[in-house]
């Protein structure tokens, strides 16, 4: 979209959404403000990765695109329905309180509130190795893990750190074993410690990676913006752009492979990757701004905005471990 053809529609909330798209064509990325259920999402609720208490998922955004070294992605925020706690079986509600009890799931209020299910966000990434079968990697339950999901069984890893966090499930064992290799073992209970990735599971599907982040409102790239002003929309969007390279770059970090060229070589080319986006993006969103509010001018002063999205950005450009 060239700036040029970029007319917002009247209604402020509606341009913020027009904002969020032509921000991330920028990027080269599609923004979608709202959509149908992605086709992954039914295989990931029939291995209980994405629940929802109601039966009903809101899809509120869809971003896909490419990302450093041409790592094509997508991304999805899916929030389950909203259920009436009253409406529930009671040893349904029971069940919720044991595992809260259990493992300390912070967010959820037997008192007041039941947890509705999943709330966070979807990353699907194309995998650099084939595989036939289906691998998932859930959370530790404890007592609660069954031997069997579906027709996946469960495979058992020498990691007692990596056991005691996850529990995996797949319908061939020596490829299960083939994809988590202690390397992405590691990585994975590290992406765990983050804030952003408190909820993190796994699944192999359809020769592509697929991670799901339950991380409720702690990062959103799609709500409806309260801001006044376009300098303030813009300021959250791109924001919100530097959370999505954040977990472009952990998503990657869990499958990356040292090439050729080498740990040293790859981390240059990154360091350039993100310095060249920040360069290119701060003119462009400046320059669509000229189609916005231009009687007050209120999207006047964007620069305020780099340094948000370079604080998002903060520590991409450190090496990779």
């Known amino acids: 979209m060239k700036v040029q053809d970029f007319y917002p529609p009247k209604n402020f909330s509606a341009q913020v959404q027009s904002l969020r798209s032509f921000i991330h064509e920028a990027l080269g990325w599609n923004y979608e403000a709202s959509l149908s259920a992605p086709d992954i999402l039914l295989p990931l609720r029939t291995v209980g990765i994405v629940t929802s208490m109601s039966g009903r998922f809101d899809f509120r955004g869809r971003v896909h695109g490419h990302a450093f070294a041409n790592q094509g992605f997508e991304l999805v925020d899916i929030t389950a329905g ?17 595992q809260a009890l259990e493992h300390d799931i912070s967010d959820f209020d037997a008192t007041h509130s039941l947890r509705r299910g999943f709330q966070g966000v979807v990353m699907s990434l194309p995998h650099h190795s084939a595989f036939m079968g289906r691998t998932i990697i859930r959370r530790d339950l404890g007592k609660l893990n069954p031997p069997v999901v ?137 320059e669509a701004s000229n189609k916005f509010d231009p009687l007050n001018k209120r999207f006047k002063g964007i620069e305020n905005a780099l340094p948000l999205f370079c604080e998002s950005l903060h520590g991409l450009l450190l090496p990779r471990f």
């Open 82 to 98: 909203e259920v009436a706690k009253a409406a529930l079986p009671k040893e349904l509600l029971q069940n919720q309180i044991q």
């Open 150 to 286: 579906q027709d996946l069984k469960r495979v058992g890893f020498v990691s007692s750190e990596f056991e005691k966090l996850f529990e995996v499930y797949s319908d061939d064992q020596v490829e299960a074993r083939f994809l988590i290799t202690p390397d992405f073992m590691e990585r994975l209970i590290a992406f765990s410690d983050d804030y952003m990735g408190r909820n993190v599971q796994c699944a192999f599907m359809g020769n592509k990676f697929h991670v799901t982040v339950d991380i409720d409102d702690r990062f959103d790239f799609s709500r409806d913006l309260n801001s006044t002003t376009y300098q303030d929309a813009s300021a959250s969007i791109l924001n919100e752009i530097g959370g999505i390279f954040y977990l472009l770059e952990k998503m990657q970090t869990l499958q990356s492979r040292v090439g050729a060229k080498g740990a040293s070589a790859t981390d240059v080319e990154r360091g350039a990757y993100y310095k060249g986006v920040m360069e290119a993006l701060i003119p462009a969103v400046k």
